[in-house]
């Protein structure tokens, strides 16, 4: 138990759209602000980011401080569990922070809505990365939430999150590239990521981002929205 000396807890559930019946939606720049200036943090502050040690939920939280104005967003490599084996110090006392001004910069360009991918699927001119595990992207594993359906969205391109991880960080460079390469991912090219509810979408953006590509945006809705509806067409429905 306990959490790096000065740590404050950034809760992903908290800063999701409680209004929404989708999964993790951004929440709205005011009450982000609210929360993070609660917690210690202005936008101007540098942040450091980490999770237990999987790299699941701390790219999720490194895109929502980008895409909220946050310049300086860094991610701990190992996170807690490499911290922990390197035998540094650990605390488990509830820290208490002097409030801040958060001023939310949000970048809108980084967040794409239904209406977005409706458009981009049909006409190609973006590619789009999914990056759930390839049983769950052909439709042949069922969902984690119930009442969506199976399959892809049209034209998107597999990228499973857990294939870009290894020990806490992702993989080498030269490894990435090749699983970008084998995927038919061109980084040169515009950039969507998907995932089941818009968090390991968050692993795919960091892992093009160590590549350079520069114009990623994520599908907040993610399957979870996708799949969801009678409306929207599905590759490998099933």
Known sequence: A????????FDIETLSDRASPLHHLLTSPAQ??????ALGVSDTHHCVIYDDGTLFSAPRAWWMLQTSGVRQVSLLARGLDGWRRAGLPLEEAQPAPAPQTFTPRIAANRVRTLDDIRRIS????????????????????????PGLLLGHIPGSLNLPWDQLVQ????????????QLRKAGID???????????????????????ALGAQ???LY??????????SDTPIADVK
Not at 2 to 9: I, T
Not at 32 to 37: D, K, P, Q
Not at 131 to 136: D, H, I, S
Not at 220 to 229: K, L, M, Q, T, V
């Open 2 to 9: 306990g959490h790096l000396p000065g740590a404050v807890f």
């Open 32 to 37: 982000f602000a609210r929360y993070m200036g």
């Open 122 to 145: 049909s006409d190609g001119s973006v590619q789009i990365v999914d990056a759930r595990p390839a049983a769950r992207f052909h439709g042949d594993a069922p969902e984690q939430r």
């Open 167 to 178: 020990n806490g960080q992702l993989k080498p460079l030269p490894v990435l590239e090749e």
């Open 187 to 209: 980084p040169r090219r515009p950039i969507i990521a998907s995932c089941g509810c818009g968090v390991t979408a968050a692993v795919a953006v960091l892992a093009l981002t």
């Open 215 to 217: 114009d990623i945006s």
């Open 220 to 229: 907040d809705g993610s399957w979870s929205e996708w799949g969801a509806r």
